[in-house]
């Protein structure tokens, strides 16, 4: 359950992550296919923070995910902002966005939150949408890229190089994902667990319930826009798809597809889905019956993840 | 302007209409169900496609008829194989597998029916217009108004006076004292679940007739039902019928004012009615938080 506990686990997914960029090849993939993995893979484990660990059903995550995108591009597009500086830019949108909205939908609990979320998810989509003169409307954000990143002594050329875009993201994938895991087995990351086996019982016990769903909610939704900033950077531009409620959905079936009751399923599931996705959309214009089937199968026959499954099978 | 702000509100509540049909099913499934059936537009968008095809055979009345209980049909073979299993278990397998569903919906209506907007015949007495003042008072939009009263008047007298009306709404309270007293609780679900989808297919013959026939034709019109509900408060459906009313004549304004906001105002009314009134206007407390 926790990051900290399972060593040989977290050593195997660390190896896997530093030769993605040369295993991917072997197997008809390529490195931007494995930044997108990435990518995606610390959304839906920002995401399961809240959906695994804190058992709060957000089904409107996009939104973060989404402003995080945005944030990065605008930051860049007419700040002319540095990469790091951009990403900050991002994290901060979506974090103050996801504080406000968090406050008014923090006493509302399972199908009703899922609800308000997937609804509060769609304003941002909107404004995108709409305000045509800034965010470009829906042909989405162009005209701008990522920069080289001058660390004085050397530049990291993630513009020119896809693999060093590829190390870039891994080594703040490394940041978000250790911040994560000393958070969930912090006091806080207890409480929050407390929180999603029995609620009422955490209450009795004197814990301030809807302040610990709120923090929960935006350190998630803080991470989820650190993956949609660099979705942003990585594609060198942002559209209104970046917020939309399927992306939302997406991400949720990542997690449960993956199992969102161990730390490092969501990622699991990202890559299976995101490589599914990548493969099915490049043979059959079809793809959203696969992709829609994917999700009928997970929920009938793999509720528990591919890692919840592997954990029933070595026990029996 | 006043013709103009007029005509759109008068625009909104037909939206709005729209949205309170879409929304009605939707609260009913929830409710007794605890079920967001996401693909709720996708039924939408088929008993729209439906009518289409039905029309050349049975015309526009028989469309009418036949495509929302055929869109039904369907609901129910779909709820007893795919959503039956899921009832009492974590509201979130539901909500995964109804988007699921709704990616196939879509895919589906795209892949029969073709990618481009199709025309969708209209008796010609109900497309002229009423009134050469009021312009935009067209047949159709008369009609329409008259066939979602018509339905929801039929919808609520159905829940108030006949014996599944009055199960459905005991079972919405306390479904196990339900089943105690010996009421088949899975054929009450499933026959709820079919006037849900009942009402979905009605609202795409519906729009289809006003809005034209696109394969996202239901995503569209989806995320404003929840809205609706939200706003009117969740377990009440005379809530859900005046939440719909109400988004849909605030888009109607604010088409006038802000076009830019037509979308967006909704949400804005969602998070002012949470902040003042969680449960919603209609809402009672401590029901499905």
Same mark, same amino acid.
């Given at each position: 359950m926790n990051g900290l506990r399972g060593h040989r686990l977290n050593v195997a997914v660390g190896i896997i992550l530093l030769f993605m960029p040369f295993w991917m090849g072997a197997i008809g993939g390529y490195t931007e296919l494995a930044s997108r993995i990435l990518v995606m893979g610390l959304a839906a484990m920002s995401l399961n923070f809240l959906l695994?660990?804190?058992?709060v059903l957000s089904f409107g995550h996009a939104a973060y995910f989404g402003l995080g995108a945005y944030g990065a591009a605008m930051a860049i597009k @007419? $700040?002319?902002?540095g990469t790091m500086p951009a990403i900050a830019l991002g994290m901060l949108v979506a974090t103050l966005a996801a504080m406000v909205i968090g406050a008014l939908i923090v006493r509302r609990r399972g199908v009703y939150f899922a609800m308000v979320t997937i609804a509060f998810g769609q304003v941002f989509y909107f404004l995108a949408f709409r305000w045509?003169? /800034?965010?470009?409307? *829906? *042909?989405? $954000?162009?005209?701008w890229h990522r920069a080289p990143i001058d660390f004085g002594v050397a530049t990291l050329d993630i513009f020119g190089s896809d693999k060093a875009f590829y190390y870039f993201a891994l080594v703040i994938f490394g940041v978000c994902v250790a911040a994560m895991a000393l958070l969930l087995s912090s006091p806080f990351g207890r409480t929050l667990i407390a929180i999603r086996e029995n609620e009422r019982r955490a209450r009795f016990l004197g814990v301030p319930i809807e302040f610990h769903i709120w923090l929960s909610f935006v350190v998630s939704c803080l991470f989820v826009s650190v993956a949609g900033a660099l979705y942003a950077l990585l594609n060198n531009f942002t559209d209104p798809r970046a917020l939309r409620f399927d992306l939302s959905g997406n991400l949720v079936i990542m997690a449960v597809l993956g199992g969102? %009751? &161990? #730390?490092w399923g969501p990622l699991i599931g990202a890559a299976i889905f995101v490589a599914l996705q990548d493969f099915v959309s490049s043979r059959t214009e079809n793809w959203m019956s696969v992709i829609g089937l994917v999700f009928v199968l997970v929920v009938r026959f #793999?509720? %528990?993840?591919v890692l919840g499954m592997l954990r029933n099978a070595a026990k029996a | 302007m006043t013709q103009v702000v007029l005509f759109n509100i008068f625009n909104g509540l037909i939206v709005g209409a729209f949205y309170a049909l879409m929304a009605l099913g939707l609260s009913l499934i929830l409710n007794l169900s605890? /079920?967001?059936? #996401?693909?709720h537009g996708g039924f939408l968008a088929l008993g729209a496609y439906l009518a289409y095809t039905l029309i050349p055979y049975v015309g526009f009345w028989g469309a009418l008829i036949v495509a929302p209980l055929l869109t039904a049909a369907l609901g129910l073979v779909i709820e007893r194989v795919l959503? %039956?299993?899921? @009832?009492?278990?974590?509201?979130l397998y539901g909500l995964l597998l109804t988007f699921g569903l709704a990616y196939i919906f879509e895919d589906v209506t795209r892949f029969i029916w073709g990618a481009q907007s199709l025309p969708f015949q209209l008796p010609a007495? $109900?497309?002229? &217009? $009423?009134?050469s003042q009021f312009f935009f008072v067209t047949g159709y939009r008369v009609f329409m108004i008259v066939v979602v009263v018509a339905a929801v008047g039929a919808l609520f007298a159905a829940l108030n006076y006949t014996r599944l009306g009055m199960r459905i709404r005991a079972g919405t309270r306390d479904l196990d004292t339900v089943s105690t007293l010996g009421v088949n609780v899975r054929v009450l679900r499933s026959l709820n679940f079919g006037i849900g989808i009942y009402m979905a297919g009605l609202a795409g013959v519906l729009a289809a007739g006003l809005l034209g026939l696109s394969p996202t034709i239901g995503a569209n019109l989806i995320m404003p039902s929840f809205v609706a509900i939200i706003v009117g408060g969740l377990g009440s459906l005379l809530g859900t019928l005046i939440g719909g009313l109400m988004i849909g004549v605030a888009s109607g304004l604010a088409a006038v004012y802000f076009p830019s906001a037509t979308e967006a105002v909704i949400y804005v009314m969602m998070g002012l009615v949470l902040l003042f009134r969680p449960r919603g206007l209609l809402g009672e407390e401590g029901r499905l938080h």
């Amino acid at each position: 359950m926790n990051g900290l506990r399972g060593h040989r686990l977290n050593v195997a997914v660390g190896i896997i992550l530093l030769f993605m960029p040369f295993w991917m090849g072997a197997i008809g993939g390529y490195t931007e296919l494995a930044s997108r993995i990435l990518v995606m893979g610390l959304a839906a484990m920002s995401l399961n923070f809240l959906l695994g660990f804190t058992g709060v059903l957000s089904f409107g995550h996009a939104a973060y995910f989404g402003l995080g995108a945005y944030g990065a591009a605008m930051a860049i597009k @007419y $700040l002319g902002a540095g990469t790091m500086p951009a990403i900050a830019l991002g994290m901060l949108v979506a974090t103050l966005a996801a504080m406000v909205i968090g406050a008014l939908i923090v006493r509302r609990r399972g199908v009703y939150f899922a609800m308000v979320t997937i609804a509060f998810g769609q304003v941002f989509y909107f404004l995108a949408f709409r305000w045509n003169s /800034v965010t470009g409307g *829906d *042909d989405g $954000l162009t005209g701008w890229h990522r920069a080289p990143i001058d660390f004085g002594v050397a530049t990291l050329d993630i513009f020119g190089s896809d693999k060093a875009f590829y190390y870039f993201a891994l080594v703040i994938f490394g940041v978000c994902v250790a911040a994560m895991a000393l958070l969930l087995s912090s006091p806080f990351g207890r409480t929050l667990i407390a929180i999603r086996e029995n609620e009422r019982r955490a209450r009795f016990l004197g814990v301030p319930i809807e302040f610990h769903i709120w923090l929960s909610f935006v350190v998630s939704c803080l991470f989820v826009s650190v993956a949609g900033a660099l979705y942003a950077l990585l594609n060198n531009f942002t559209d209104p798809r970046a917020l939309r409620f399927d992306l939302s959905g997406n991400l949720v079936i990542m997690a449960v597809l993956g199992g969102m %009751r &161990s #730390f490092w399923g969501p990622l699991i599931g990202a890559a299976i889905f995101v490589a599914l996705q990548d493969f099915v959309s490049s043979r059959t214009e079809n793809w959203m019956s696969v992709i829609g089937l994917v999700f009928v199968l997970v929920v009938r026959f #793999f509720p %528990r993840g591919v890692l919840g499954m592997l954990r029933n099978a070595a026990k029996a | 302007m006043t013709q103009v702000v007029l005509f759109n509100i008068f625009n909104g509540l037909i939206v709005g209409a729209f949205y309170a049909l879409m929304a009605l099913g939707l609260s009913l499934i929830l409710n007794l169900s605890g /079920v967001i059936n #996401f693909a709720h537009g996708g039924f939408l968008a088929l008993g729209a496609y439906l009518a289409y095809t039905l029309i050349p055979y049975v015309g526009f009345w028989g469309a009418l008829i036949v495509a929302p209980l055929l869109t039904a049909a369907l609901g129910l073979v779909i709820e007893r194989v795919l959503i %039956r299993p899921l @009832y009492g278990g974590d509201p979130l397998y539901g909500l995964l597998l109804t988007f699921g569903l709704a990616y196939i919906f879509e895919d589906v209506t795209r892949f029969i029916w073709g990618a481009q907007s199709l025309p969708f015949q209209l008796p010609a007495w $109900l497309t002229t &217009s $009423l009134s050469s003042q009021f312009f935009f008072v067209t047949g159709y939009r008369v009609f329409m108004i008259v066939v979602v009263v018509a339905a929801v008047g039929a919808l609520f007298a159905a829940l108030n006076y006949t014996r599944l009306g009055m199960r459905i709404r005991a079972g919405t309270r306390d479904l196990d004292t339900v089943s105690t007293l010996g009421v088949n609780v899975r054929v009450l679900r499933s026959l709820n679940f079919g006037i849900g989808i009942y009402m979905a297919g009605l609202a795409g013959v519906l729009a289809a007739g006003l809005l034209g026939l696109s394969p996202t034709i239901g995503a569209n019109l989806i995320m404003p039902s929840f809205v609706a509900i939200i706003v009117g408060g969740l377990g009440s459906l005379l809530g859900t019928l005046i939440g719909g009313l109400m988004i849909g004549v605030a888009s109607g304004l604010a088409a006038v004012y802000f076009p830019s906001a037509t979308e967006a105002v909704i949400y804005v009314m969602m998070g002012l009615v949470l902040l003042f009134r969680p449960r919603g206007l209609l809402g009672e407390e401590g029901r499905l938080h």
